[in-house]
């Protein structure tokens, strides 16, 4: 399997710049592209990525998307003085044209595709390109929006008939729709394409009627163009992250891409003039982790746009910093999107449902009018507390721009966010000692352990009967867990013959070295309890057999009936487990696999992939021994690998989905990012 990520980045692009006045593009600087390149520096990022060059994209890789008029009509503008170069600008919708605009943009067309060929030819796992200008709003015959070129829409064009790729998806999450990118492929259902974007009825650029959620696509392309319209400003990280978890990411994993790609814009950040959002740059990692499990890890970013400069770079670094396989930061805020973002989702849920398997059996209709409470007064409480990073001499003077206010806020955020250096040592296991064999070189195996100790860990567990074999295990699994709590290893593999009396003991140990909250995800049969009253401890058992326990809010169980021809997990994944597990934020979690597991292997290691996002990626899988031929599956997920493809997609069975559905509505008041896809959400926040 590929390794490795690519960088593609030329400081040429920077030579295109606005010549005259002009408030409308006057946001559009070449620093854009340098504090990003800079910001990646000061945090060692570079040094770390495989450099790729850029090159220039051929007249034929640019007429893939744009007609040779336009590029003629470009192309002659390295000829023109200032006046002729704005009067060319003019003509175009808050675009403008430089000397050095033609060579620039060929560059950003070049470096893009450059990347696409490191990740398709396995040179690289995946990458990230940083361009400009920018490409996403360009179309067949115009320039628009800052763009010249659509440098994304060029890429999977190139992918497609040089890689013979059938399937890619394109996500925007630039804050402005893409329309350039929904125009090329409105009718091509070999292309799934994803943006979110201030919307606010119709009344933000570009102001487009097919902006909107119930725009899916023409003819053969039905189905294959989802639009997230945001409708208030001030959306934050939780907003963003419902909006992938229901409604992109089912879709996504039933269209089954061969490539992603990113129109990374980062005007979707806090502080962004354009945006005016309240993402912080983690959120970044977290929507590029979820991405990462989609088309064996092969992923392309592309940046886009972003005009706060210090939120841009430190987004960009985030997103980079995840592509490279770092431990994920938390995500910063409660997990409580707002009713205009839970609007917005369902309607594009209900716009769907004919399209997709994943919404067979969901009970989604449009909804209209919800009486709110805007997000606009969400915004105005953060402005707040950015500036109650100032001194109250700042705050007094009343004349503290906000750009300066999101600069002190995103230094003290980042300071507090940022993951310390990764230690050298990715994964340690406990396993017997004649699998060791079937582990990467990577893995650590921990020494041997005396009872002594963890004596106050396991006094109250009866564990005198122990056979010595398993008592060895349980010590050498408490050796791992405390390695992940101590932060010498990112995460942890163990195999013990008795899960539930273990998964039991690590909570206890978790409590004894005060970890806050640990989530447990154990799949099969429990035959122990686990403490939960006080709130530490988040169990979701998934299990075949019927539980005779009543739900609580710290103990659910999930009573999945197994399909044989359902290679799948996904109305369970996204619909309930993830959102109830970024809702609780963990500081560190524990997979068990326990005995009669109906899962299989892939959605074993889909589950495990996805929850290493939370706890700053501390996550330990504690295995059944009957268990142990999954276990090189799950060693590969821990130490950075991928999963398998799922094969053909099939739904859910029925009463998996109404058993999710009743979940859903049972705890939404309890785990707010549940709201998006429950049943009488309107209860005001």
């Not at 392309?221 to 990411?249: C, E, K, M």
């Not at 507390?385 to 009343?398: F, I, M, R």
């Amino acid at each position: 399997m590929a390794a490795g990520t690519a960088l593609v980045y030329d400081g040429e692009m920077s030579s295109h710049k606005l010549l005259w006045e002009d408030p409308v593009c006057d946001i559009e600087v070449p620093e854009r592209l340098s504090s990003c390149y800079d910001r990646l520096q000061h945090y060692n990022l570079v040094e770390r990525c495989i450099s790729v060059s850029a090159r220039e994209g051929t007249d034929s890789e640019i007429m893939l998307i744009h007609s040779m008029d336009y590029l003629e009509t470009v192309k002659g503008t390295e000829k023109m003085e200032e006046e002729e170069l704005q009067k060319v600008s003019a003509g175009y919708d808050a675009v403008y044209f430089h000397p050095t605009t033609y060579r620039c943009a060929k560059l950003a067309v070049g470096a893009t595709l450059q990347l696409v060929d490191a990740v398709m030819s396995g040179k690289t796992r995946n990458g990230m390109a940083l361009v400009r200008p920018p490409g996403h709003h360009s179309q067949r015959n115009a320039a628009n929006g800052f763009c010249i070129f659509n440098n994304v829409a060029i890429a999977a064009k190139y992918a497609q008939r040089k890689y013979n790729l059938q399937r890619i998806l394109i996500v925007d999450w630039d804050v402005h729709h893409g329309q350039g990118i929904q125009y090329t492929f409105d009718d091509d259902p070999s292309i799934l394409y994803f943006s979110w974007h201030r919307f606010e009825h119709q009344k933000f650029w570009p102001s487009l009627r097919e902006s909107n959620y119930d725009a899916v696509g023409q003819g053969k392309g039905r189905g294959f163009t989802i639009n997230i319209p945001w409708n208030q400003v001030g959306l934050g990280n939780s907003d963003y992250l419902a909006a992938f978890l229901h409604v992109l990411l089912p879709m996504a994993f039933e269209f089954d891409p061969e490539l992603v790609l990113i129109s990374a814009g980062y005007d979707s950040g806090i502080g962004d003039p354009e945006g005016q959002m309240n993402a912080t740059p983690e959120c970044f990692s977290h929507l590029t982790h979820f991405l990462m499990n989609l088309a064996k890890g092969k992923l392309c970013a592309v940046l886009e746009g972003g005009y706060h400069l210090r939120s841009l770079s430190e987004s960009v670094c985030m997103t980079l910093k995840t592509l490279l396989g770092d431990p994920l930061p938390p995500l910063s805020g409660e997990m409580m999107p707002c009713l205009s973002a839970r609007e917005s989702i369902q309607n594009v849920r209900a716009a769907h449902k004919p399209y997709w398997k994943c919404l067979t059996y969901e009970d989604v209709t449009p909804l209209q009018d919800l009486s709110t409470r805007s997000c606009q007064a969400e915004e105005a409480e953060s402005t707040q507390s950015n500036a109650e990073l100032l001194t109250p001499q700042e705050v007094g003077k009343g004349n503290i721009s906000e750009v300066i206010k999101t600069d002190r806020f995103l230094e003290m955020h980042m300071k507090s966010i940022i993951v310390s250096l990764k230690p050298p040592i990715k994964t340690a296991a406990a396993v017997d000692e004649s699998d060791t064999h079937l582990l990467p070189p990577a893995v650590h195996i921990p020494k041997g352990l005396d009872v002594k100790e963890f004596k106050t860990t396991i006094s109250a567990f009866d564990v005198k009967l122990m056979k010595e074999e398993a008592l060895s295990s349980l010590l050498n699994m408490l050796a791992v867990l405390n390695k992940i709590i101590k932060k010498e290893v990112i995460n942890g593999l163990a195999v013990s013959s008795t899960p539930s009396l273990s998964s039991a003991i690590a909570a206890a140990h978790c409590r004894k070295l005060k970890v806050q909250k640990i989530l447990c995800v154990f799949v099969g049969d429990m035959d122990m309890k686990i403490e939960l009253e006080d709130g530490k401890v988040l169990l979701i058992n998934i299990c075949a057999k019927q539980s005779e326990q009543v739900n609580t809010k710290h103990n659910i169980s999930l009573n999945w009936k197994e399909d044989p021809e359902t290679n799948n997990f996904f109305s369970a994944t996204f619909g309930f487990i993830l959102p109830v597990a970024y809702s609780y934020q963990p500081n560190l979690t524990i997979v068990i696999v326990g005995p009669n597991q109906n899962l299989g292997k892939n959605r074993i290691s889909l589950l495990i992939s996805l929850l290493q996002g939370l706890a700053q990626s501390q996550i330990l899988a504690l295995i059944q021994d009957t268990e142990e031929k999954i276990m090189q599956d799950i060693t590969n997920i821990l130490t950075g690998g991928f999963i398998p493809n799922f094969g053909t997609y099939a739904p859910d069975l029925k009463e998996n989905v109404q058993m999710i559905k009743e979940l859903r509505e049972q705890f939404q008041q309890e785990w707010k990012l549940l709201q998006c896809s429950a049943k009488n959400s309107k209860d005001e926040n």
